[in-house]
């Protein structure tokens, strides 16, 4: 793991707790309602990317910076038979693993302590892949899709942080000070990352701050 992934996964470790009270809402009235008028792009990610996993009877799905599973345990729920959740931070895969227990899918679900890019997955592949909120804090975003390109099967969903906008600026140095780095997006960027990995031209969606991309 290189120097910025360490930085990463030392700031989530430490705001595990806080960063999953986005998806549970226990917090303070006033955060809910800054959540609800200042990130309203995280819920819609949210509910794309389980409307574009679909039917997930029998499928498998990786979940790459998975975080405290609030995404990979709702797709297990639907039904699929494997689901693997990979990231850098402990504490996220504590609260992945027991929230997979109270709900039922921990024999669904395994939660690693990795890094995507060095982990050895054999031979095994996936029917879908998932990096929600992943490539914000990667630098070198192309090594990640040819992989993730490698090991899915039908589909990959990806979301990116819109470049030109208000908020990039000041969730750099906001996060900064932190030592959390973070990167941004356009979409001709998008598509010549995509193009390079391999894919066939992208679905390219803005959502608020936020593309949604998903690629076969």
Not at 113 to 122: L, V
Not at 127 to 147: H, R
Request: net charge positive; hydrophobic share 40%.
């Amino acid at each position: 793991m290189d120097q910025e992934s360490k930085q990463v996964a030392q700031h989530f470790h430490q705001t595990a707790a806080e960063f999953d009270s986005i998806y549970t809402g226990k917090k303070g009235a006033f955060s809910r309602w800054l959540d609800q008028h200042f990130r309203q792009d995280m819920y819609e990610r949210y509910r794309l990317t389980l409307e574009e996993c679909g039917d997930m009877e029998g499928k498998s799905l990786l979940d790459i910076g998975c975080g405290s599973g609030r995404f990979a345990i709702p797709l297990a729920k639907k039904g699929a038979r494997r689901v693997v959740g990979l990231d850098f931070a402990p504490q996220m895969l504590n609260l992945a693993g027991a929230q997979a227990k109270a709900d039922g899918v921990e024999g669904v679900c395994e939660f690693i302590q990795a890094d995507f890019i060095e982990y050895d997955f054999g031979e095994e592949t996936f029917d879908i892949s998932i990096a929600i909120g992943l490539f914000d804090y990667i630098k070198d975003a192309g090594p990640f899709l040819s992989k993730m390109r490698q090991i899915s099967k039908l589909k990959t969903i990806a979301t990116f942080p819109v470049k030109w906008s208000y908020r990039a600026p000041i969730r750099k140095v906001r996060l900064g000070l932190k030592g959390c780095p973070c990167y941004f997006f356009t979409i001709s960027q998008l598509q010549e990352l995509y193009q390079k990995a391999g894919f066939k031209p992208p679905s390219i969606q803005r959502i608020g701050k936020i593309y949604f991309v998903t690629a076969t």
